[in-house]
């Protein structure tokens, strides 16, 4: 009756409804107008107006640039579907920065993008002191940090050193996380500008909690990290929750059990640096790209099992889920 309820949307009492509907029950709009939301639900319509407006006469300058900072020896997987989220996003210009013995993989399977190889040993990276990667980071519209980067202290060191010299907007990850934990400074640098992409796992470790004791809060805490923090916080899972800087807090009802396999959040960061790098804010990229990502899952379900779900999947049934979202409303 006029509004969805937690247990529509959370679980496990969510896994116990069926079809739901929404129905006016004719309340007051003098009463709605005072009511303050316990939380506010994505829907297509108020996601259109978050797409990024692209221009007719545009060129890959006028999309955005997005820098990719991701891979290592055995994880390269996690590097090529960010990148090519980022391009189904509609990004003008994707760069891969990786280890430098692995450039060759990145070269042979991604056409599209740019590549920078960086001093690496045994396939993780130890720095990035390479002169087109100081360039490219002038240059960088969006800075995508983290799938597969693996956690020895030499990467979680160029981790925190590569988000201390940048500037602008940054959508961190995976094994970027990591390279927070202790060093709160460098998540203050961070301030308006970020947007984290934690599974309860990674945000637990983060907080000293555990995965069940994040995913029991989900809401509070995704709503408290977000404000104390100053960045947009994306706490994947069902639901996953979107928590800003000025305390809105976001559901985001798409998806499916498909997307619980590794590499699909590697697919969302893509999307969400993609989105930013088209002009929306870190705020609107995260609600756009974890819509659509969804999205995606949903429409691959329609004709085929969702246990299924490969990630490379989602990344051909985005297009048509972004294509949805421009159409309605």
């Not at 949307?9 to 929404?22: D, K, S």
């Not at 060093?183 to 309860?200: E, F, I, K, S, Y």
Request: charged fraction near 20%.
């Amino acid at each position: 009756m006029a509004f969805l309820k937690p247990a529509h949307l959370f679980y496990p009492a969510a896994g116990y409804c069926g079809n739901t509907a929404v129905v006016d029950v004719a309340y007051p709009e003098s009463i709605l107008r005072k009511a303050e939301p316990w939380a506010r639900v994505c829907e297509a319509a108020g996601i259109r107006k978050r797409l990024p407006v692209r221009r007719s006469d545009g060129h890959k300058g006028t999309f955005g640039r997005v820098l990719v900072v991701a891979g290592s020896i055995g994880m390269t997987g996690a590097a090529i579907l960010c990148c090519r989220g980022a391009l189904r996003a509609g990004a003008g210009l994707v760069t891969l920065a990786g280890p430098a013995s692995l450039d060759s993989i990145f070269e042979a399977t991604l056409p599209e993008v740019i590549t920078i190889p960086l001093p690496d040993e045994g396939g993780h990276i130890t720095g990035a002191e390479d002169p087109r990667f100081r360039e490219a980071m002038e240059r960088v519209d969006v800075l995508a940090i983290g799938p597969g980067l693996s956690r020895t202290p030499a990467v979680l060191g160029a981790v925190r050193t590569i988000l201390e010299q940048s500037s602008g907007p940054v959508v961190l990850d995976a094994d970027g996380l990591h390279a927070l934990m202790g060093h709160d400074h460098v998540l203050a640098g961070l301030g308006g500008r970020a947007v984290l992409t934690p599974h309860p796992g990674e945000l637990g470790a983060l907080i000293s909690k555990t995965p069940d004791g994040v995913s029991g809060a989900r809401r509070d805490l995704t709503h408290e990290f977000a404000r104390e923090h100053g960045v947009v916080l994306v706490l994947k899972g069902r639901p996953t929750a979107i928590g800003l800087p000025d305390g809105n807090l976001y559901l985001n009802p798409t998806g499916n059990d498909g997307l619980a396999t590794g590499g699909t959040g590697d697919v969302l960061t893509g999307l969400i640096a993609g989105f930013a790098a088209g002009g929306g804010s870190p705020a609107d990229a995260a609600l756009v790209g974890t819509y659509v990502h969804g999205m995606a899952a949903e429409a691959y379900a329609r004709d085929r099992a969702a246990r299924s779900l490969m990630p490379s999947d989602l990344l051909d049934r985005i297009p048509g889920a972004i294509r949805e979202v421009e159409g309605c409303g």
